[in-house]
């Protein structure tokens, strides 16, 4: 069965900190990967998907960055942090050849901004 | 362009039903459902992707309009567990790219 996980669960950073978002997938090729974030008590923002290693769509103009290293990781990067970039970061992954599959959640990662 | 979620929140008692509503000013290529529970990463609940559309397991079940426009998730006899916030999750076309609502906050009480 396919697994995503994510790390860290929790992260504290100060302003203009770096940052390094990991997730990763099991039991599954090519899964089509994606970035959200969720600002306390609001709805899921899509930041970046991913079709493939290289390939990846940026949907929302910001500080961050992503990269798909390999197959199955997806790293999302800050160089420096804003206070604006505080929230619940969630990767996901759907199987690949896109033919209307539900999107898998991992279990996130919670980063305030101080 | 962010689909539009209705009621913003509902309390209701066990036993009772609910109805979600999703709406989008462009016809929709499919919509997704999601639960998501205080803390945790939401999970999957349904997709619709034909107008007319209507499905559902256990005591959860969705429909999705003629036009593609609209769609609504009803929860029969709620339960406790039933409580958390649903999402809707919208495409415009068979791109795997979800845009999804503000969210609509169900609290079932004893």
């Known amino acids: 069965s396919q697994t995503i996980h994510q790390w860290p669960a929790t992260l504290v950073q100060p302003v203009g900190s770096p940052l390094s978002l990991e997730c990763t997938v099991e039991?599954?090729?090519?899964?089509?990967l994606y970035w959200y974030r969720q600002a306390a008590g609001r709805g899921l923002q899509l930041l970046f998907y991913?079709?493939?290693?290289?390939?990846i769509s940026s949907e929302v103009p910001q500080n961050l960055s992503a990269s798909r290293p390999q197959d199955r990781q997806f790293i999302l990067s800050s160089k420096k942090l804003l206070l604006s970039d505080s929230g619940f970061y969630l990767c996901?992954?759907?199987?690949?050849?896109?033919?209307?599959?539900?999107?898998?959640f991992g279990p996130g990662t919670r980063l305030t901004v101080t | 362009q962010q689909p539009v979620q209705s009621p913003q929140a509902v309390i209701l008692r066990e036993g009772e039903d609910a109805v979600i509503n999703c709406s989008s000013s462009?016809?929709?290529?499919?919509v997704h459902w999601y639960r998501q529970k205080h803390g945790e990463a939401p999970v999957f609940l349904m997709i619709l992707l034909k107008g007319g559309e209507q499905k559902g397991h256990d005591k959860i079940s969705a429909s999705f309009n003629e036009k593609k426009q609209q769609s609504s998730l009803y929860l029969t006899a709620s339960q406790l567990s039933y409580s958390g916030t649903y999402f809707c999750g919208t495409e415009l076309s068979n791109t795997g790219k979800l845009i999804f609502g503000q969210g609509t906050t169900l609290q079932v009480k004893p």
């Open positions: 996901a992954w759907s199987p690949p050849y896109r033919a209307l599959y539900e999107q898998y």
């Open positions: 991913s079709v493939g290693i290289g390939q």
């Open positions: 462009k016809a929709l290529y499919s």
């Open positions: 039991g599954t090729s090519n899964p089509n």
